[in-house]
């Protein structure tokens, strides 16, 4: 049971740290882009 609840505590982080990457990735492209029309 431990084992089981490890793995998905895993798996949900694992989710959790590319949806930040992938959000902050989305602030970068936003500050790119403003910073090319201004």
Do not use: P, Q
């Not at 992938?22 to 910073?35: H, M, N």
């Amino acid at each position: 049971m431990k084992t089981i609840r490890n793995s998905v505590f895993i798996g949900v982080s694992l989710l959790g740290g590319c949806a930040s990457v992938e959000t902050y990735f989305d602030a970068l492209r936003v500050a790119c882009v403003k910073d090319a029309c201004l």
